[in-house]
């Protein structure tokens, strides 16, 4: 570093001007600093003057000062105005007298220091002259003493101590601002300015906020503002900058599934909730075998909206689904080719019409459609998270064959193979995100949680991954049915009540129906039974595949189908799987209670003659509440 002439400050080598005081740069640092080696070869001794010796030479007064009169720092020898009670430098307080400045005499042959007998009376008489210095103190001229040279010599190496301190703590918040910061989040931000979905999409798959806003702090770690501003988020950048593509990505990753706010049973009863949720961490068997290596429930339940949803009238049953339902979802599931209520006799005789419930959708979609279709919560605590990571380590071994079949099986379709080395990679990527919070998930992990509900599950998803313009850009390849087929059959065949999952892109939604009085089996009444009926093949009239098959099975998936499903055809021809529930546990028909008391209200309201609108709770898509 090179010290400033006119304040010491050490300043950094590429600094053309001083930070401190923003004085110029020398030419040679290193010539205005005398070390103390050669201090005493250059200086001669000198005669410092006394009192009486100081009244004699008056004249020595009308010299003009080099100091103006200033104060003389004791700590870093920074030179202040008398009128300053604390150092500018160093922040030390002043003297209660202040420090004598030395003058220099202009005697040749020796240099007397006499000290300043009043402030006020040199600071009148001082004028712009620059400051005396003991660099430019030329031989014949004199010297100071060597009492008064490693006094200088002890403050310089003072003020140099104090501003390797400053630079260390202003280096120290930085270090630490940048080892706090979010650079998954800094990186997406990044992105959209440069024009790269990369980190973008890294940054929402991880489950981050795209309605996230700069701060203060961030902004300058980006160090760039004429591109990043204090509260920018993501969708600004993307319309600042004319990112179309990423904009459209932002806008449909923004939780709510639609325009306004979300009222799900959770949301109303939170309290009933976290229960039900400390209620179903208590039902995981987590004894491992060899043979039955995986965390598994012992309790089954299956969730449907209740009937009392249709006693509502049209205008709240309206609002009920919006505030309910993702409609984003249940639309492109519903649109040409429809995937799911594609069939009047399904949904209308047999009144097994599915709606797509919202969730999060923060990278634990899957999670979250899961607990919802058995349990009708969200998967906050992270449960079923943690089963299936169980599931993935102790269970890769009865796993892996039958993914690297699959997968093998895919590839050769595609006329693309692989190495060993990368089969290995992707299966180790696939076991890393089990357990990473908010990373998405894939076919593997869904087949993985039907081993640990112990249950079958159906997925209708589209079958085609579409751009943000429409355009088919990729095969889903997430529809179908994954079986227990890592389970002996004869073991769960009586648990064969189906779980029914939508896929969109990127976006897993649970599929529930509403209870209806007629909904029975099969024609006969029975209160305590009801009864949705899942179909088996899509509107083309074509078996769902069945995934994770071996060589072996392959071909024979209609026996599979009726050995893990209790199937039925209907009167027009449809192969469909019996969905069954036997009515709600106490938590959750308590919750639902709740939640139904808030339409009623505003049932009761909308028929009053004044017809009162009720005032919206902060129940928003934006998260979940504070008591939830």
Request: hydrophobic share 35%; aromatic share 8%.
């Amino acid at each position: 570093k090179w010290m400033c002439e006119y304040c010491t400050y050490e300043n950094f080598p590429n600094a053309l001007k001083c930070t401190m005081c923003r004085g110029a740069k020398p030419l040679s640092s290193t010539a205005a600093i005398i070390t103390a080696d050669n201090l005493h070869e250059q200086l001669k001794p000198l005669r410092i003057a006394d009192s009486e010796f100081s009244k004699q030479s008056t004249h020595l007064h009308h010299h003009q000062p080099c100091t103006g009169g200033k104060w003389s720092c004791v700590i870093c020898t920074y030179e202040n105005w008398p009128k300053s009670r604390k150092c500018i430098m160093c922040g030390s307080a002043a003297p209660t007298a202040p420090s004598p400045v030395g003058r220099l005499s202009p005697s040749r042959s020796n240099l007397a220091i006499i000290p300043t007998s009043s402030p006020e009376r040199d600071y009148s008489s001082s004028t712009t002259k620059p400051m005396c210095r003991v660099s430019e103190i030329r031989e014949d001229r004199g010297t100071l003493v060597k009492d008064y040279t490693f006094k200088k010599i002890s403050r310089v190496s003072n003020s140099r101590r104090s501003g390797e301190a400053s630079t260390a703590g202003n280096n120290y918040e930085y270090e630490r601002r940048r080892r706090q910061a979010d650079w998954t989040w800094l990186h997406a931000c990044q992105g959209v300015v440069e024009g790269d979905p990369v980190p973008v999409e890294a940054f929402l798959e991880s489950g981050g906020d795209p309605t996230r806003q700069l701060t203060a702090s961030e902004v300058s770690l980006l160090n760039r503002p004429s591109a990043f501003d204090i509260g920018h988020t993501l969708v600004h950048l993307a319309i600042r900058f004319h990112r179309e593509d990423m904009l459209a990505m932002l806008v449909s990753s923004i939780d709510g599934g639609g325009p306004g706010l979300k009222r799900v049973p959770s949301y109303v009863a939170p309290e009933l909730a976290s229960a039900i949720r400390r209620h179903a961490a208590t039902i995981f068997n987590a004894k491992h075998s060899h043979s039955l290596p995986f965390p598994f429930v012992t309790e089954f339940t299956t969730f449907i909206l209740p009937a009392e949803i249709e006693d509502l009238p049209s205008a709240v049953q309206e609002q009920l689904f919006e505030e309910l339902l993702d409609k984003d979802v249940q639309q492109q599931l519903e649109s040409e080719p429809a995937v799911i209520n594609w069939s009047v006799e399904i949904t209308v005789q047999l009144g097994s019409r599915l709606y797509a419930l919202w969730n999060r959708s923060q990278g634990d979609c899957l999670l979250d459609s899961l607990m919802q279709a058995t349990w009708g919560v969200f998967d906050r605590d992270s449960l079923l998270r943690g089963a299936l990571a169980d599931s993935l380590t102790h269970g890769g071994h009865l796993l892996y064959p039958r993914w690297l079949e699959s997968e093998t099986r895919q590839a050769r379709q595609l006329e693309f193979s692989l190495s060993e080395a990368q089969w290995a990679e992707d299966w180790s990527s696939l076991v890393g995100r089990a357990s990473q919070p908010g990373a998405s998930l894939q076919q593997l992990h869904v087949f993985a949680l039907a081993h640990v509900l112990r249950r079958p599950v159906i997925v209708y998803g589209v079958k085609f991954v579409k751009s943000f313009r429409g355009e088919d850009i990729g095969y889903a390849g997430f529809q179908g049915n994954l079986f227990l087929l890592l389970f002996d059959y004869i073991l769960i065949k009586h648990h064969l009540t189906p779980v029914a999952l939508g896929y969109t892109r990127g976006h897993f939604s649970a599929l529930v129906p509403v209870e209806h009085s007629r909904t029975h089996d099969m024609g006969v009444p029975n209160n305590m039974v009801r009864v949705c009926y899942l179909p088996l093949v899509d509107s083309e009239r074509k078996l769902l595949p069945i995934h994770f098959l071996t060589k072996a099975e392959v071909g024979s998936e209609e026996h599979l189908l009726r050995q893990w499903l209790d199937v039925s055809t209907t009167d027009g021809g449809l192969l469909v799987a019996k969905q069954r529930a036997q009515g709600h546990p106490l938590l959750v028909a308590q919750m639902l209670e709740e939640w139904l008391n808030h339409y009623r209200s505003l049932a009761q309201m909308s028929g009053t003659p004044y017809n009162r609108t009720i005032p919206a709770h902060d129940f928003s898509s934006d998260g979940d509440t504070d008591d939830e």
